[in-house]
Nanobody, 116 residues
């Protein structure tokens, strides 16, 4: 079992920044992909960024160059630094972990609102 707890969401003006953090506990050794997804009202949940234990990173095209995913192995956390935020980035952001056994875990979600 893996438990994921997100923090760091909130309200920010367009052009601003937020940093999301995901704290993991449990069978962390089994995770082979970490990620952040987001779900806007009335839309499906979409991938934002992923990172593997070896450091391989992938981004959704619309956030590349503005968002940065990172992992702190010592603290068992995964962060998403979001810069130059736009109103279309408004969504609930979810931390995600997939294990080598094809089990998927989700955090509870943290809301991000970009508005003036």
């Amino acid at each position: 079992q893996v438990q994921l707890v997100e923090s760091g969401g909130g309200l920010v003006q367009p052009g601003g920044s937020l940093r999301l953090s995901c704290a993991a506990s449990g069978s962390i050794w089994s995770i082979n992909v970490w990620g952040w997804f987001r779900q806007a009202p009335g839309k499906r949940r979409d991938l934002v960024a992923t990172i593997t234990p070896s450091g391989s990173i992938n981004y959704k095209d619309s956030v590349r160059g503005r968002f940065t995913i990172s992992r702190d192995n010592a603290k068992n956390t995964v962060a998403l630094q979001m810069n130059s935020l736009k109103p279309e980035d408004t969504a609930v952001y979810y931390c995600h972990a997939a294990t080598m056994y094809s089990t998927v875990y989700w955090g509870q979600g943290t809301p991000v609102t970009v508005s003036s």
